[in-house]
C-alpha cells in the first residue's frame, strides 16, 4: 500500500506540475486564447497518456472527488491526490517565479474578468468542469468506451473548456490550477471561481453519470490504481 500511494502522489504531482507550468508560461508568452487553451489541453493529454495507467491521471481535485462519490477510488487514496495535487502546483509556480519572475506567476494566475460576478465565475467554472468530469466517466470509468480515446478526449475537453470560458474566468478548470499560482504569486481574486466552481462541476457530472446514464447492472468497486477501469 505505501509504495502504490508513493507512485500514485508522484504522477499526480507530476501531472499537475506540468499543467501549471505549461499554463503560467503560456499566459506569458505572446499566445491568444487558442494557444492557450492548446497548450494546457495537450499538456493534460500527454500527461494522461504517459502516467495514467500509474495514477487514473486524474490531475484535478474535482476529478477525484467526482470518483471519490461515484467510489472508484477510497478516501484515504483521496486525500493522497488531494495532497499531491495541490503540491505539483505550488512547486510549478515556484519554478516559473525562480526561473522568471513572482509576477509572471501572478499573471499566469487564473482570475475574474473585471465584468464578471463571482457568482457568475462559479456557474461558468462549473459547467466546463461538468463536461471535463464527465469525459472522464464516460471514456474512462465506462468500459464501453474504446480505451485508446480518453487522454486525447480529456485534454480536448480541457482546451474546449478554456475557450469557452477563458476570457470570463481565466479558465482554470481544476482547484489545484489556480490554487499553486495564486499561493506563490499572492494573486486571489478569481479563488471563489476556480475553487468552487469545479468542486460543484464534479458532483454533478458523477450524479448524472450514476443516476441516469449508467446502466444499473453495472457493478460499483472502490480502486486504487491507475488501469482504464481502475481510475
Known sequence: MPDTWVRNAAAEALGVFTLCFIGIMAINSPNDLTGLALAQGLA???????LGHVSGGHFNPAIT???????KIDLPMAGVYWVAQLLGGVIAAVVVALAVSREAVAIGTPTLA???????????????????????????VDRRAPASVYPFAIGLTIAIGILAIGAY?????????????????????????????????????????????????????IVESGQRDEV
Not at 44 to 50: K, P, T
Not at 211 to 218: K, S
Open 44 to 50: 493534460i493529454g500527454v500527461m494522461v497518456a504517459a
Open 65 to 71: 472527488l467526482g470518483l471519490l462519490l461515484g467510489r
Open 114 to 140: 473585471d465584468d464578471v460576478n463571482p457568482l457568475v465565475g462559479v456557474v461558468l467554472e462549473m459547467i466546463a468542469t461538468f463536461f471535463l468530469v464527465l469525459v472522464v466517466y464516460g471514456t474512462v
Open 169 to 221: 474566468t481565466g479558465g482554470a478548470l481544476n482547484p489545484a490550477r489556480g490554487f499553486g499560482p495564486a499561493l506563490v504569486g499572492g494573486e486571489w481574486g478569481g479563488t471563489v471561481a476556480w475553487l468552487f466552481g469545479p468542486l460543484l462541476g464534479g458532483v454533478a457530472a458523477w450524479a448524472l453519470h450514476t443516476y441516469v446514464l449508467m446502466p444499473r447492472h453495472e457493478p460499483d468497486s
